[in-house]
Structure formats: C-alpha cells, structure tokens
C-alpha cells in the first residue's frame, strides 16, 4: 500500500530542531496531545510538558531527523523527530498545532519522516499511536502503516537488588560492554544496533544500562532512563528503553536487576514496554505480579515490518 501524499500549505518553512527550540516545542507538544485528547472525549486532560532533558536526549538522538516546521511569522506549527537505531528507524512524538490540522502539514511532515528513514538506509519504519484513536489509526494508514500488535507497559516495584551499570566500568571495560551488547543484538535482529542511545544516554546523565554478564559477555542488557519525565515533577520511575537478553529465561534476572537500579536511584518503580510478540515473557510480567499501566498501537510501514527473534527477546521503545 503506498501513502496518498498531499501537499502541505504555502508558506511553512522546514528546519532542524535545535535545542533552543525545547521551550516553544514543549508548548506545541502539550497544546496538540491536550487537544487530541479532548477529540477523544477526554476535555479535562491537560498534557504537561516535558522535562526539557529528555527532549534534549530526544534531539540530540534524532540529529538530522529531529525536523519541524515553521509559519510565516518564525512559530512552530508541528515537528517529526524521526530516530535510527541502525536499520531500524520510528518517528515519535510528532504533531501539528491542532489550528493547521487539515491543512495536508500532517501528511507533509509524516512523509519527510518516512523519506529520512529510507535514505538513511531503515528496512524497519514505523511510530505508535494511542490505540483508542481512531483518527490517528486512519491517518497512518492511509499514509502506508499497518497495525501489528499491542506495546502493553508494564510498571514493578523497586527492590533491593545486585546490578551491574556500565557506568561502573572502567574505559576499556565499557568499551567491551558496548561491543558485546550490540554483538548481542546483532545475533537477534541484524543491523539493528543501540550503542548510541546507550552513550548518549551515559553522556546527558540521564540514566543508565544495565547489564547481566555471562561466561561469553554480556548476556542481557536494558538502557534505562531515570530522569523524570515530566518538567518539574520529581523523578518516580526508571523507564525502560531498549532491552536484549540472549533466552527469555534471563528475562526475569535482568528486570529483578533493574529493579535494583530503579531503588538505587531513588525511584520507587520501573516501567518497562513489551511488545505483544512476546508472548511468553508477556506471561512471565504478569505472573510476577508487574501491572498493566497503559497500551500503545504499534504501526509498522507496509513493507517494513519488525523481524522478531527465533530466541531470545529485544524491546525497543518507539518512545521518548
């Protein structure tokens, strides 16, 4: 299926976001997601803007992909900020002040978003939505997106537990951890590769990788954010982000481990978000007593869909 492409409106200017542009961006991405919820029959919700850190983390991750879009008189009117992890590529969040919806600027900046992601050489595309939004469902696909299966977030407490942190190491041992876990990754799904969310991550101070060690390397690991993620809001939760293990056996060692992390950090919980795929470590979750806190659609471009390993388990998060 091939995205139906309409033109945007005269006088919008494309540009990269830059981080001077957090304060005016946080603006647009709580006045647009306040608004979608209120389309929604949600009118009381009020979308907070974000820490600026992880829009800083957001950014600096995305690079050129990190795109918005301007009027006539320099005001941001909607962003795409479109992240590759080695051949695997997403766009979120992205949005449109809700006074230039319709105008064909959706369709404009999910177009540029998917136009980056191939020349940047992804074979897998694709974004969540909230899957209650039937307008968004119809949208992206409209624009070539398919739904594949539910991302369930999943929250546990945080409890005293032994973790290894790649911040502990020393140079030439952080080096040999990153080389094992995106050798780990590789094995699972080729051409897939995490190490810069994973240095970016170490460099901003805003969380940390965890990592479960083998008698071969490194045999699990989960690049965790511990900054909070609403501006002003004090720090509650270690966020999952990305996640491998070798068996889905040492999925329940590792998360034990990021429970300890999440206590060392001051954070009474941990969240981690699974792809549906997952059958089985969606089994283990629930018998662990972890809760279903919130659901997201996973949509894939036709044509560049996920591969999901024979073995094992890699969660990544089409999340910021």
Not at 76 to 98: C, D, I, K
Not at 132 to 160: C, H, L, W
Not at 217 to 244: M, T, W
Not at 269 to 291: E, I
Request: with cysteine.
């Amino acid at each position: 299926m091939s995205a139906v492409v309409k033109p945007g409106p005269r006088g919008v200017r494309e540009r990269r976001l830059e981080r001077e542009d957090i304060g005016p961006l946080n603006l647009l991405f709580s006045d647009a997601f306040s608004d979608r919820y209120r389309r929604d029959g949600l009118a009381g919700v009020r979308v907070p803007p974000l820490n600026p850190a992880i829009w800083r983390y957001a950014i600096d991750d995305a690079g050129d992909g990190a795109m918005c879009w301007e009027d006539v008189d320099g005001r941001l009117v909607a962003f795409n900020v479109a992240h590759q992890s080695g051949t695997e590529g997403w766009m979120g969040p992205l949005a449109v002040r809700p006074e230039w919806q319709g105008t064909g600027l959706g369709t404009q900046i999910v177009t540029r978003g998917i136009e980056f992601l191939r020349l940047r050489g992804c074979s897998v595309i694709g974004l969540e939505t909230m899957p209650r939004t039937m307008d968004n469902i119809g949208f992206y696909s409209r624009m070539g997106f398919i739904p594949a299966r539910m991302t369930v977030t999943f929250t546990f407490e945080a409890k005293p537990a032994r973790c290894s942190l790649l911040s502990r190491l020393g140079a030439a041992d952080t080096d040999a951890a990153l080389q094992s876990c995106a050798q780990l990754v590789q094995r699972m799904q080729p051409g897939v590769d995490f190490t810069r969310e994973m240095e970016l991550t170490r460099t901003l101070g805003i969380g940390d990788t965890v990592l479960l060690h083998g008698a071969d390397g490194v045999e699990g690991f989960a690049l965790c954010h511990e900054a909070a993620l609403i501006e002003g809001r004090p720090r509650d939760e270690v966020r999952v982000l990305k996640l491998a293990v070798r068996d889905i056996a040492l999925l329940t060692p590792l998360l034990a481990a990021v429970g300890g992390y999440a206590r060392d950090a001051g954070t009474v919980r941990a969240a981690v978000r699974l792809q549906g795929d997952y059958t089985d470590a969606y089994q283990m979750l629930v018998a662990a007593g972890a809760r279903v806190r919130w659901t997201d659609l996973r949509m894939t471009l036709a044509g560049s869909a996920e591969v999901i390993p024979a073995r094992g388990a890699v969660f990544s998060n089409w999340e910021i």
